[in-house]
Nanobody, 120 residues
Framework: QVQVVESGGGLVQAGGSLRLSCVAS????????MGWYRQAPGKQRELVAT???????NYADSVKGRFTISRDNAQNTVWLQMDSLKPEDTAVYYC??????????????WGQGTQVTVSS
């Protein structure tokens, strides 16, 4: 089995910062891409940022210049540093990891989500 667990959400004022963490564990052979998605009330889940195991990052236009994704392959961990937060960043943030398990089958695994609320 593989588990993906996020942490680090919370309530912050506009202009503030938060750092989200996500750790994958279990029967992992290799983790390929990792990323963060978010879903606001009444909206579809959307991509925030992704990063390959080589470190190449991709961001949604709405967060470019404010959010930074990074990862540590040895720790199976990905982070999302969120600066200059805006009320429109309020959402449940989900970690995603594309993992080849020890049976050499590849799946997308999702965390349970962490709430980020930005007050104006």
């Amino acid at each position: 089995q593989v588990q993906v667990v996020e942490s680090g959400g919370g309530l912050v004022q506009a202009g503030g910062s938060l750092r989200l963490s996500c750790v994958a564990s279990g029967s992992i052979f290799r983790i390929n891409a990792m990323g963060w998605y978010r879903q606001a009330p009444g909206k579809q889940r959307e991509l925030v940022a992704t990063i390959t195991n080589g470190g190449s990052a991709n961001y949604a236009d709405s967060v470019k210049g404010r959010f930074t994704i990074s990862r540590d392959n040895a720790q199976n961990t990905v982070w999302l540093q969120m600066d200059s937060l805006k009320p429109e960043d309020t959402a449940v943030y989900y970690c995603n990891a594309r993992i080849k398990n020890t049976s050499f089958r590849e799946f997308d695994y999702w965390g349970q989500g962490t709430q980020v609320t930005v007050s104006s």
